[in-house]
C-alpha cells in the first residue's frame, strides 16, 4: 500500500507500541498483580480471616459512609455549579470555573490541614467547636468534609463542557411547550447529562473511597473510628501484616476494576454524548 | 416595544400590529433586532421597555409557559432521549393533570399532526435517525401540538441545503394555510422571505424600516435601506431637482418630482430601457452583451465612474460591445443622501 508522507516505518510504529505496553504492564499491571499475589500467598483461609478483624471491618464501614455522604453531596454540588457556569452569564463565572479545579492542583495533604487550622483545636473555629462539643478533626466529620473537598471537581468538570456545548435552547423549547422550570430540569436537562453525570459520579466515587492525604491529616487515626481502608492499610502494613495489607488492598484495586468496567461499558454504551466531554 | 442588553439597544422602539392568521417574515441582515424580537414575543427575554399584547390581553407580563406560543428554534432543539412521538406529546404531556387530555386523546393528536407533517411511520425513531428536514417537520409538530396563539420560526430553513429549503418552503406555506396558524419566521433570505410570506417587515439595526406585501416592499420602498437589501439594485450618487435628475454628465427627466440635492438612486434591472424619446433618455455605452436564455442582457455605463448597470435587450438585438444606446428611466428609485447609510 502506498504510504503517506505522515506514516511512519514499521520499526519506528511497533517499538512506540511496544514501549507504550511495556510501560503499562510494568507500572501498571505487574504491580496490581502483585496486590492480588500478596493478598492470596498464604491462601484464601488467611485472606478471609484478614476481614474478620474489627478494626478492618470498622475501616470498610467508614469508608463506605464517607462515600454515601461526600457522593450524594458532591452530585448535588456539582449539578448546582454547572449549571450556573454553563447556562448563565454572570460576574466571577470563571472565578468559579477555576475555584472548581481548586482541588485538583493543590496537594491533598493541604486540603487536610485547612480543615486542622479551620476547625482544629487549636484552629480558628476550634474554640467555639470545643463550647458546643462538636468535634470535626480527628472525627468522621472532619473526614467527610476532606473527602467533599477532594472529590468536589469530578462532578462538575464531566458535566460543565457538555451542558456549555448543548445550550439553552432544549430548556427553552421545554419552557415555549408550557413545561414549568423543574419539570424542565427532570425531562431535559438530567436526561441530557445523565451519561457525563454517572461518569462523573463513578469517578468521584473511587477517589472518595481511595482518597489518603486529606484524609490521613483530619482523621487522627484511632483505630476501629477515625480509620478509612488506605489508611487501615498503612497501619496494618507499618505492623509488618502483609497479608492483612494487601488483602485489604485488593478490595480497593477491586473497586477500581469496578470503576474502570463500568466506565468502559458506558463508553462503549453513550460514546456519543461522552465524546462531548473529551473533546474539551 | 424597546429591549437593551446592557449598552446596546438590540430592538429600538419597535412598532409591529400582527393580523391574525398571516404568515409574515421578518426579514433583516444578522444582528439587526429580528431574532431578539421573536424571543421577545415569545418571552424567552423580557423588554426593557413596551408591551406585548395578544389580542387584547397583556402578554408582557407573562411567563414563557403560560403564552401558549409554538417557537421553532434554528437548531430545532429537539428532545434527543424522546421518540418523535414523545417529542411531539412533550408539550401535553407536561400539562397539569386537570387540562391533559387522556392519553389516548393524546395519541390520537399525535397521530394526526404526524400525518399533518408526513412524518407518519416514523414515531418510533430519535431524533439522531432522523434528516435535517425531517428534524425540522418534528419540530413544527411539536409546537403544533400546544396549539399555539402564534407559531414563532426562528431561521426555519437555515441549517439545510438549498433543495430541501425549497421543498420546505412550499410545504409550510401549504401547512399555514391548511391550519390557519398566526405566523412569524425570523429570515436573511430574501427570496425566502417574499416567496413564502404574505407581509414582510424588514429590520435593520433594531428598528422596523418598512412593513408590507412583498410586492409593495419590493415596488415601492419606504427607505433607501429597504431598497438596497431587497432585490438586487445598483447604487448610483446622482444630483436632483424636480423632476430632474442629474447622473454623471447626463440629466434625465423623470415621470414625477423627486428630491432635491445630492441623492442615491437604486437602479434593477428592468428599471431601465432603450428608448428613443430624447427628452427623458441619456445615452450609455455598452460593455458587454451576454445572451441568457429568452434574453439579451446589456452591461451599461452611463458614465465613466459610475458603478455599471444592466439592461435587457430582445433576444435578437444585434448590439456589440462599445455600441451607444439611448435608455430610459422606466422606475425611478431615489433616495435623499441625508437618509442613505
Not at chain 1, 7 to 20: D, P
Not at chain 1, 205 to 225: C, D, K, P, Q
Amino acid at each position: 500500500m502506498h504510504e503517506t508522507a505522515l506514516s511512519e516505518s514499521r520499526t519506528v510504529r511497533w517499538g512506540l507500541i511496544v514501549i507504550a505496553l511495556g510501560f503499562l504492564a510494568l507500572f501498571l499491571v505487574l504491580p496490581l498483580i502483585a496486590v492480588f499475589a500478596e493478598a492470596l500467598r498464604r491462601g484464601v483461609g488467611v485472606f478471609v480471616a484478614a476481614f474478620a478483624d474489627a478494626d478492618t471491618w470498622a475501616a470498610i464501614e467508614l469508608t463506605l459512609l464517607v462515600a454515601a455522604i461526600a457522593v450524594p453531596l458532591n452530585l448535588v454540588f456539582g449539578l448546582c455549579a454547572a449549571w450556573a457556569v454553563a447556562k448563565f452569564a454572570f460576574p466571577g463565572r470563571s472565578l468559579l470555573i477555576t475555584l472548581i479545579d481548586l482541588p485538583f492542583s493543590i496537594s491533598p495533604v493541604v486540603s487536610g490541614l485547612v480543615y486542622v487550622l479551620l476547625f482544629g483545636a487549636k484552629g480558628l473555629l476550634g474554640p467555639w467547636l470545643e463550647d458546643w462539643d462538636f468535634k470535626i478533626v480527628f472525627a468522621v466529620p472532619g473526614i467527610v468534609l476532606a473527602t467533599i473537598f477532594v472529590t468536589f471537581p469530578f462532578i462538575a468538570r464531566e458535566l460543565i463542557p457538555l451542558m456549555q456545548e448543548q445550550g439553552t435552547a432544549d430548556e427553552e423549547a421545554a419552557l415555549t411547550l408550557g413545561a414549568s422550570g423543574f419539570r424542565t430540569f427532570l425531562t431535559v436537562t438530567l436526561p441530557n447529562v445523565r451519561w457525563a453525570l454517572l461518569y462523573g459520579v463513578l469517578l468521584c466515587n473511587a477517589r472518595a473511597m481511595g482518597e489518603f492525604g486529606a484524609v490521613s491529616v483530619v482523621s487522627g487515626h484511632i483505630r476501629g473510628l477515625t480509620n478509612t481502608m488506605p489508611l487501615q492499610v498503612e497501619i496494618l502494613y507499618n505492623e509488618y501484616n502483609f497479608v492483612a495489607a494487601f488483602a485489604v488492598s485488593s478490595l480497593l484495586a477491586g473497586l477500581a476494576f469496578v470503576t474502570l468496567g463500568a466506565k468502559s461499558f458506558l463508553e462503549w454504551r453513550h460514546g456519543d454524548a461522552l465524546a462531548a466531554i473529551r473533546r474539551h | 416595544m424597546s429591549k437593551s442588553f446592557g449598552q446596546t439597544a438590540a430592538v429600538h422602539e419597535l412598532d409591529l400590529a400582527v393580523r391574525p392568521g398571516e404568515l409574515l417574515a421578518l426579514l433583516g441582515p444578522s444582528g439587526s433586532g429580528k431574532t431578539t424580537f421573536l424571543r421577545l414575543v415569545a418571552g424567552l427575554e423580557a423588554p426593557t421597555e413596551g408591551r406585548l399584547l395578544f389580542g387584547n390581553t397583556d402578554a408582557t407580563r407573562l411567563a414563557v409557559r403560560d403564552r401558549r406560543v409554538g417557537f421553532v428554534f434554528q437548531h430545532y432543539a429537539l428532545f434527543r432521549h424522546l421518540t418523535v412521538a414523545q417529542n411531539i406529546a412533550y408539550g401535553l404531556n407536561v400539562r397539569p393533570a386537570r387540562s391533559r387530555p387522556a392519553k389516548a386523546e393524546i395519541r390520537r393528536r399525535v397521530a394526526d399532526l404526524l400525518d399533518l407533517v408526513q412524518l407518519v411511520g416514523l414515531d418510533g425513531r430519535y431524533p439522531a435517525q432522523l434528516s435535517g428536514g425531517q428534524r425540522q417537520r418534528v419540530a413544527l409538530a411539536r409546537a403544533l401540538a400546544v396549539e399555539p396563539r402564534v407559531l414563532l420560526l426562528d431561521e426555519p430553513f437555515g441549517a439545510l441545503d438549498a433543495k430541501v429549503r425549497r421543498d420546505l418552503r412550499r410545504w409550510l406555506r401549504d401547512i399555514h394555510d391548511r391550519t390557519g396558524h398566526t405566523t412569524l419566521f425570523v429570515t436573511h433570505d430574501q427570496e425566502e422571505a417574499l416567496e413564502l410570506a404574505d407581509r414582510v417587515a424588514i429590520f435593520n439595526r433594531g428598528r422596523i424600516e418598512q412593513v408590507g406585501t412583498p410586492d409593495e416592499v419590493l415596488d415601492r420602498p419606504a427607505t433607501a435601506f429597504v431598497a438596497s437589501f431587497v432585490g438586487e439594485a445598483v447604487r448610483l450618487p446622482v444630483d436632483a431637482a424636480g423632476y430632474w435628475v442629474r447622473i454623471g454628465p447626463h440629466a434625465v427627466r423623470t415621470p414625477g418630482e423627486n428630491v432635491s440635492g445630492p441623492a442615491e438612486l437604486f437602479v434593477r434591472r428592468g428599471d431601465l430601457v432603450v428608448s428613443d424619446d430624447r427628452r427623458h433618455s441619456i445615452p450609455a455605452r455598452v460593455l458587454a452583451v451576454r445572451r441568457t436564455g429568452g434574453t439579451r442582457r446589456a452591461e451599461l455605463a452611463l458614465a465613466d465612474d459610475l458603478p455599471s448597470v444592466e439592461v435587457d435587450l430582445p433576444a435578437d438585438s444585434v448590439v456589440g460591445k462599445g455600441d451607444v444606446l439611448s435608455v430610459m428611466l422606466a422606475t425611478v428609485r431615489l433616495f435623499s443622501s441625508r437618509s442613505v447609510s
